[in-house]
């Protein structure tokens, strides 16, 4: 039987695979025996109810940014802009709580706090979006460098209006008011409520993906001049797919704020963009597939701490080379597969 | 240091060193975009080409460390060749996954290189040099007082590849590949080969960029120290329209912009630091979005383009 007839999704778990032994290869370079090396990262990632949680709250905001991107995947745009749309988004949902009205209940606190975020990261996509069809900017350009002037704005504010009164010797917002905060998940470990909607947002995406409008924004991506005729033009798709993908970017930005920190901080949140792009392209933009590897993501983070912690010597930063080499050999199988065709 | 020529002297000083590993890295983005390709792993390939750099240079010297960046930064500018050329990968996610990889193994291998628990080796870093006409004159004198072999270098560096990308025959070749592939490859010009050729030449001029932050300074890697010189040099690429002189330019405007960046966290200078660090930034994109309007004014002049 030839590879090339095997379907799509074992091919290209047999080049992640293959690119995973590459890893483990790299592992044992670093002084760990095969087993250790496996039963390490399955122990930090999956191993005790501790290591699960962390694997959850690390896959939940990549899921909704990974969802969020892969429409405008499918309409030919590559936003690299996820991690300035979350900054935006916690931005607009920290200023909301501790500046517009800190004293509202959880029934209102959490939904309005979680709107301010979409509207702050969907704002923060429309500049990109808006340059490319009134100026012909590149999209990938203009969200690299808006990546920056969102670190910039959020250490400028972080520093002056957002100021921790308290004072702090990191920069830092002062705490969230009680109504912001989301309630944590009776499970041990900390897993606030909000990682259910990274669920629900896979069905969301399960849901859209069967309709008109995602298959005018295939079009879009295609045939720009059949999908103006059938009532999308290219440069709607485009606001359209970079405002779902600066919403949910600002959601996830919200999550973090609201779930995690629990205050406004410089640094960390930043770092999730690129990671999600590469789930969207690692899921195909499929929500099923953007959910699974989400979760291999996410456990290659933990499991390298875990095998950190086995091992000892092998550093825990092994597991970003594994998501930059499993990125590669999925892309390279995909690739296959294209130019077959 | 109350005078307006010494502070001026001041804020070159710092910006020299800000700008020469952008310089390296920017180059050879420009060759590569001559080809036709983009990268955005720049940054990944400069901490890996840093990490080398410090081993490189513990074992064998600062010019040994200056090579072993080099190097690795021309191993990874090969596999995201031949991912992109051979492999069909889309550019952005082969730099992407490159930019994850380089991130992370230059961590590995600086905590193999330095366990924690154990000193710090300083690697040996870049002579200090004394241009003996320098110090008469006034304001540069004072200014490039700092500057070593490192920045002369990256200046030499763009001279070679202004002359090389217009008068010599490879560099025509490389520029018509990126131009036109079509009408390149009928002249009897292998594509892929140019721009498999372009990818290590960029890749290695990102390693040697990512070697020198260490090398002209503390002599030791800290992971992330690149600070995001690998995405400030696709920026300059852009204002500079791929024009070496333009990229030192461009490099030099962004580093004066840190160097004040820099310089008022002790003193008032008027802005609060945030916005002396995102001007370049901000500026870029304004540049960014006259080039892009202008270009697309001149399409609609051009009939049936």
């Given amino acids: 039987m030839n590879v090339r007839s095997l379907p799509a999704p074992l091919r290209i778990a047999g080049w992640i695979a293959a690119g995973l032994a590459v890893v483990v290869a790299l592992v044992m370079a670093t002084g760990a025996d095969f087993t250790t090396a496996v039963t390490g990262w399955f122990s930090g990632a999956f191993g005790n109810a501790y290591g699960a949680t962390q694997t959850l709250l690390y896959a939940a905001p990549l899921v909704i940014v990974g969802l969020g991107v892969a429409p405008a995947l499918r309409a030919g745009v590559i936003s690299v802009g996820a991690g300035g749309q979350m900054i935006a988004g916690a931005l607009a949902a920290a200023t909301f709580a501790l500046e517009v009205a800190p004293g509202l209940p959880a029934w209102l606190g959490l939904p309005l706090g979680a709107l301010a975020g979409i509207a702050g990261g969907a704002l923060w996509a429309l500049a990109p979006a808006l340059a490319f069809n009134r100026l012909g900017v590149s999209v990938i350009l203009f969200t690299l460098l808006t990546n920056y002037l969102a670190v910039d704005l959020l250490a400028w504010l972080l520093r002056t209006a957002l100021r921790d009164p308290a004072g702090a010797a990191t920069p830092q917002s002062a705490p969230l008011p009680a109504g912001y905060l989301l309630p944590q998940l009776p499970v041990p470990g900390r897993l606030h409520d909000a990682v259910l909607l990274a669920v629900a947002g896979v069905l969301l995406a399960l849901w859209w993906g069967n309709t008109r409008g995602a298959f005018l924004v295939d079009v879009a991506g295609r045939r720009p001049d059949l999908a103006a005729r059938c009532g999308l033009p290219a440069d709607r798709a485009v606001v359209l797919t970079m405002l779902a993908s600066g919403a949910a970017a600002g959601l996830a930005g919200w999550m973090q704020l609201a779930g995690v920190d629990g205050r406004l901080q410089a640094g960390g949140i930043d770092s999730i963009g690129f990671a999600g792009l590469a789930v969207a392209v690692l899921g195909r933009g499929n929500p099923i597939g953007i959910l699974a590897a989400a979760l291999l993501y996410a456990s290659l983070t933990t499991g390298a701490n875990g095998l950190e912690m086995v091992t000892g010597t092998t550093p825990a930063s092994i597991g970003t080379v594994a998501q930059g080499i499993v990125l590669l050999s999925a892309a390279l199988a995909m690739a296959q597969r294209r130019s077959r065709t | ?305």
């Fill in chain 2, 1 to 305: 240091m109350t005078g307006a020529a010494p502070f001026w002297a001041v804020v070159i000083a710092g910006a020299v060193p800000l700008c020469t590993p952008v310089i390296f890295a920017a180059l050879g983005e420009v060759v590569l975009e001559d080809a036709g390709r983009f990268n955005v792993g720049i940054e990944g390939m400069m901490l890996l080409g840093a990490a080398a750099g410090v081993a490189g240079s513990l074992g064998g010297g600062v010019w040994c460390g200056l090579a072993a960046g080099g190097a690795i930064g021309a191993a990874f500018g090969l596999i995201f060749g031949l991912a992109v050329g051979i492999g069909a990968v889309d550019e952005v996610i082969a730099g992407i996954a490159l930019d994850l990889i380089g991130v992370g193994a230059s961590t590995v291998l600086y905590q193999i290189l330095a366990p924690a628990g154990h000193s710090n080796h300083t690697a040996p870093v870049e002579p200090s040099m004394n241009l003996p006409l320098l110090d008469h004159v006034p304001l540069i004198g004072l200014a490039l007082s700092g500057a070593g072999p490192f920045f002369y270098l990256s200046v030499g560096f763009a001279v070679a590849t202004w002359w090389w990308r217009r008068f010599s025959r490879a560099g025509l070749r490389l520029r018509s590949v990126g131009f036109m592939p079509i009408v390149a490859e009928a002249r009897g010009i292998s594509v892929r080969r140019y721009q498999l050729a372009a990818a290590v030449v960029a890749g290695g001029a990102a390693g040697v960029g990512g070697a020198v932050v260490p090398l002209a300074g503390i002599g030791v890697f800290t992971p992330g120290m690149t600070g995001g010189a690998g995405f400030v040099a696709l920026a300059v690429v852009i204002i500079a329209r791929r024009n070496p002189f333009g990229v030192l330019g461009g490099a030099f405007v962004f580093a004066l912009f840190n160097s004040l960046a820099l310089l008022s966290q002790t003193r008032d200078l008027g802005l609060p630091v945030e916005l002396w660090q995102a001007l370049p930034y901000a500026a870029t994109l304004a540049l960014l979005c006259i080039a892009s309007a202008q270009r697309r004014r001149v399409r609609a002049h051009v009939p049936s383009a």
